[in-house]
C-alpha cells in the first residue's frame, strides 16, 4: 500500500494528501489493481466505463481505430495519469476510443460509487477532480486548435511552442516516437519526416532521435501568425 500511496502522491486527484492520509482513504474505498502486458488492450472502444483508472506502471496510448484497421493516437498517458474520469459520469458512459499498454502497465482502479461517495465527503478530492475536468477540456481546446492548423510546418510549430514553454528550453525533450508524433499531429508520417527535413534544411530546427533543437523561436512562433 505505501508503494501505491507514494505513486498516487503525484497524481492530480492526490497531491493535495500526505501519504498517511492516501492510506486512510485506500483503507476506506474499495479500489482494484491490475496489470497488463505490453500490446495488450486495457479498454475497448464501445466497452462500458465504470471506473476512473489510474497509471502506477507504465505508458498507454490512447487511441481510435478505424474500420479500416488504421489507427490514429490520441495522446499517450504515463504514471499517475489518469483515463476513464469524465466518461465515468457520461450520460453514455462508453468508451469513445481503445486504451492499450505501450509497455508492460499496472492500472489502479476505482468504481463510480466509490468516486461519487469521496466527491460528496471530501471537499479536497471534489476541489481536485473538479481541476481534473478542467484541465482536461482545456487540453481538449488545444488539441481542437492544433488539428485545425492548416500545414503540417504550421502543426508542428504549435507542437514546439507549447512544448517550449513547458520545458523552457530550446532543446526539446520528445517522448514519442516519429510515428506516434505523427499521429498526435493527424497527419501521415512520412510528410512529418520530409517537413523536419525542409526546416533542418532553413536552418530553423535541428533533431536526433529523442530531441528537437529549436533555432529560431522566432520564426517559429511567426509560423504560426501567418
Not at 507514494?6 to 483503507?27: D, G, T, V
Not at 505501450?102 to 473538479?130: A, C, E, G, P, Y
Not at 512544448?163 to 532543446?171: L, R, V
Amino acid at each position: 500500500m505505501k508503494k501505491i500511496s507514494s505513486i498516487l502522491q503525484s497524481c492530480i486527484l492526490f497531491k493535495n494528501y500526505s501519504p498517511q492520509q492516501i492510506e486512510n482513504i485506500l483503507n476506506y474505498i474499495d479500489y482494484e489493481v491490475r496489470d497488463f502486458s505490453k500490446q495488450e488492450i486495457i479498454a475497448f472502444e464501445e466497452d462500458e466505463c465504470n471506473k476512473l483508472n489510474i497509471i502506477l506502471k507504465g505508458n498507454v496510448d490512447i487511441q481510435s481505430i478505424f474500420p479500416s484497421g488504421k489507427v490514429f493516437t490520441l495522446t499517450n498517458l504515463n504514471e499517475a495519469d489518469i483515463f476513464g474520469e469524465a466518461i465515468i459520469f457520461s450520460k453514455s458512459n462508453h468508451f469513445p476510443v481503445t486504451v492499450t499498454a505501450l509497455t508492460d502497465v499496472t492500472i489502479f482502479s476505482i468504481q463510480k460509487d466509490q468516486i461519487l461517495s469521496l466527491l460528496s465527503t471530501d471537499t479536497i478530492f471534489l476541489q481536485s477532480f473538479l481541476t481534473l475536468l478542467s484541465n482536461k477540456l482545456l487540453m481538449l481546446n488545444k488539441r481542437t486548435r492544433l488539428l485545425s492548423l492548416d500545414t503540417i510546418r504550421a502543426k508542428l510549430c504549435s507542437f514546439m511552442i507549447s512544448e517550449y514553454k513547458k520545458q523552457k528550453t530550446n532543446k526539446l525533450v520528445i517522448g514519442l516516437s516519429k510515428k506516434s508524433l505523427a499521429e498526435y499531429l493527424g497527419v501521415q508520417r512520412p510528410s512529418l519526416s520530409r517537413e523536419f527535413i525542409k526546416m533542418k534544411n532553413d536552418d530553423l530546427i535541428d533533431y536526433d532521435k529523442n530531441h528537437i533543437y529549436i533555432k529560431d523561436i522566432v520564426f517559429i512562433e511567426d509560423e504560426l501568425l501567418r
